[in-house]
């Protein structure tokens, strides 16, 4: 099926400008998250609807390619008004952080608590931010980090603490970044 291509190719893009993070080549990683988000955008538009997590992918590609204004627009749009999975929650929160509508992002936040300790996680570091509370948002990234370091298998295959990094990118911006010190995290963020 078309949508399950472009989604593994969308996560082996997504891999490659990890790795390129990772090693400190901020234009690679730009260029191949951008190529990314357009694939899971690709995947999203021809998949079964619920798809969710391919949304997120989109979200989390384009934030940390340093452009997600537009990609948090058409993700936000995407969600249906009775759409009340923690995925669909997560979109709706990103999107929100990514507009700086924190009423927003603290209801979806709310929404995505119970899905499952990931989604508790990141509902906690999307809480912090919405309401600028630093040491709450330092708790919750800390909480990422460690789940992700403890893990045998990533999603794209490369050890980064994506979720993390993409949060550590929306808190600048707020002036809230707590600048976690893991391997799993780049150092220039």
Do not use: N
């Not at 590609?61 to 923690?86: E, H, K, M, N, T």
């Not at 997560?90 to 990931?118: E, F, K």
């Not at 989604?119 to 708790?139: H, I, K, Q, S, W």
Request: hydrophobic letters at 50%; aromatic letters at 4%.
């Amino acid at each position: 099926m078309r949508h399950q291509e472009l989604l593994l190719e969308a996560i082996a893009v997504e891999g490659d400008a990890q790795r390129a993070l990772l090693a400190g080549d901020g234009a690679g990683a730009r260029t191949g998250m951008r190529r990314a988000a357009r694939l899971y955008r690709a995947s999203w538009q021809c998949a079964p609807r619920r798809s969710y997590g391919r949304l997120i992918g989109m979200l989390k590609a384009s934030v940390l390619a340093g452009d997600a204004r537009r990609a948090g627009a058409y993700a936000q749009a995407q969600i249906p008004d009775d759409a009340g999975s923690p995925a669909a929650h997560y979109v709706r929160a990103i999107a929100a952080l990514i507009a700086g509508d924190d009423d927003a992002a603290a209801a979806a936040a709310t929404g995505m608590r119970g899905g499952s300790p990931a989604f508790d996680r990141a509902a906690a570091a999307v809480a912090a931010l919405a309401r600028a509370d630093e040491a709450a948002y330092a708790a919750a990234i800390g909480a990422i980090v460690a789940d992700f370091e403890q893990r045998d298998a990533h999603l794209t295959g490369v050890p980064i603490a994506d979720t993390a990094v993409m949060f550590e990118r929306l808190a600048r911006r707020r002036g809230l970044a707590c600048h976690p010190r893991s391997t799993l995290v780049p150092a220039g963020r």
